[in-house]
């Protein structure tokens, strides 16, 4: 059972490009989690789906950012008009249930805004 | 949530047991302690949770106070590979979202 899959792994945009974060969770998992991790701090939570759905964006800044995580295919995080606060490591996070704290991250995409 | 309070680093020999202690004395009766760890550039692990009763597995033992107030996450022979962040976090177990994240001990295991 693959464990949950991020891509790219490295990715390196200018200023003004979108970047796009795909995640494939776990086979079974429908329940979807994206963090942000700045160098040198934290993991901060942004935004929680589930399949075609959006629960909880209360960590999704309010411009820019948007998520999805459509019926088919693979969870899609996107930044558009990327500036040099956006450099940081994006992790995905997956979980069967929703009342389970268990979360199965992925090995993360890092983010460089040239 | 409960905040938890964790030092900012610790230090342990290669082939000895690691302590780490969390202080959650603000738990509410129905939450519980997770433990989670990062190790240098990848995404978390989870370790193991508990609600009162210690709690043991592959990995890890987690010691939880009679009261509840504070716990310790027990690597009984660490190596090498176990040198990460190591987050405590406690949450209602039945509770939808997101995991919060403190700043975690940095452990350090040594030769």
């Known amino acids: 059972n693959a464990g949950v899959m991020q891509n790219p792994r490295h990715l390196v945009r200018r200023r003004g490009q979108e970047a796009r974060l795909r995640c494939s969770p776990m086979k079974g998992h429908s329940h979807v989690y994206w963090y942000r991790q700045l160098p040198e701090e934290g993991l901060k939570f942004m935004v929680y789906l589930q399949k075609e759905n959006i629960i909880d964006e209360s960590g999704m800044p309010k411009e820019r950012f948007s998520a999805e995580f459509p019926k088919e295919g693979p969870s899609i995080l996107r930044i558009q008009q990327v500036v040099r606060g956006d450099s940081a490591a994006y992790f995905c996070a997956s979980s069967p249930y929703p009342d389970r704290n268990e979360q199965f991250f992925g090995p993360g995409t890092r983010l460089t805004v040239l | 949530d409960a905040k938890t309070t964790q030092p900012p680093s610790m230090d342990c020999a290669e082939g000895r047991a690691a302590n780490l202690p969390c202080n959650h004395s603000?738990?509410?009766?129905?939450?519980?302690v997770y433990w989670y760890r990062q190790i240098h550039s990848q995404g978390p692990q989870y370790i193991i949770h508990?609600?009162?009763n210690n709690e043991t597995n592959e990995m890890a033992s987690l010691i939880i106070t009679e009261d509840r107030k504070s716990s310790t996450l027990i690597l009984p022979h660490a190596t090498l590979r176990d040198t990460a962040v190591y987050y405590c976090?406690?949450?209602?177990?039945?509770?939808?979202?997101?995991?919060?994240f403190g700043k975690g001990t940095k452990l350090s295991v040594k030769p």
């Open positions: 508990g609600l009162k």
């Open positions: 976090i406690v949450r209602v177990e039945g509770s939808q979202g997101n995991l919060i």
């Open positions: 603000t738990i509410s009766g129905n939450e519980y």
